[in-house]
């Protein structure tokens, strides 16, 4: 087991394109999140899946974003026409979701660090 | 006004010095987290507590739920526990959408 991944680590892209991140989280978790931080802030969640249903989206994932997580397994963030406001490190983690609780921790990766020139 | 604040911000001791981390929060909680962060971005989860106190190795972290107050303390600090602290909290009824502070910023020197 080699934690979460995340690929890739850097990404720099012009305005207007599309970039798309994966994350491969600990096998057997079966909840995955995407988190975004900018310099200086901590993460900000944005989106959460349950097995491969997407249970909720922050209001910061604009219909520009969109997340996958088809076989309840890997994940995918795509951001299309990206925006300067959109550089930051994208994270992903990962939790067991055994049980009744929802108090986690959470297993980050090492993040996706997103620049738009 | 944040949801999570952290004091301070940024902190710098020298090795051997006991350190402590302050988080403030004012919403309902089911849990608290703290976590580290190197430079590169990896972070990782050092505690996760609803009541009482929590120790591991050199690290303790307590809370008061009353009080809405939670302490990370370093003790016998080292060069190598420097890195970003993070505070995050699980609101009651979002409690696996994690609600973070800025982070305070350790620096510890030889």
């Known amino acids: 087991d080699t934690g979460v991944s995340q690929d890739p680590r850097h990404k720099i892209t012009k305005r207007g394109q599309n970039v798309t991140f994966r994350c491969d989280p600990i096998?057997?978790?079966?909840?995955l999140y995407w988190y975004r931080q900018t310099l200086g802030q901590g993460p900000e969640f944005l989106t959460y899946?349950?097995?491969?249903?997407?249970?909720?989206k922050s209001r910061l994932l604009s219909d520009r974003f969109s997340a996958e997580r088809p076989k309840g397994s890997f994940s995918t963030l795509e951001i299309q026409r990206t925006e300067q406001g959109d550089s930051a490190m994208y994270l992903c983690?990962?939790?067991?979701?055994?049980?009744?609780?929802?108090?986690?921790?959470?297993?980050f990766g090492s993040g996706t660090q997103l620049s738009v020139l | 006004k944040n949801e999570v604040e952290q004091s301070p911000q940024n902190l710098t001791a020298q090795e051997g010095e006991f350190i402590t981390i302050n988080c403030s929060y004012s919403?309902?909680?089911?849990?608290l987290h703290w976590l580290q962060q190197h430079p590169g971005g990896g972070i990782v989860s050092l505690f996760m507590?609803?009541?009482g106190k929590k120790k591991h190795g050199r690290l303790i972290a307590t809370i008061n739920i009353q009080e809405k107050h939670s302490s990370l303390h370093i003790t016998a600090s080292h060069p190598r526990d420097s890195a970003v602290y993070i505070c995050?909290?699980?609101?009651?009824?979002?409690?696996?959408?994690?609600?973070f502070g800025k982070g305070t910023l350790l620096t510890v020197n030889p």
């Open positions: 983690a990962s939790s067991p979701g055994q049980g009744a609780t929802t108090n986690e921790k959470l297993f």
């Open positions: 096998s057997e978790h079966n909840r």
């Open positions: 899946f349950q097995n491969e249903a997407q249970l909720e």
């Open positions: 919403v309902g909680i089911s849990a």
């Open positions: 507590l609803s009541s």
């Open positions: 995050a909290v699980s609101p009651w009824g979002s409690n696996y959408k994690l609600t």
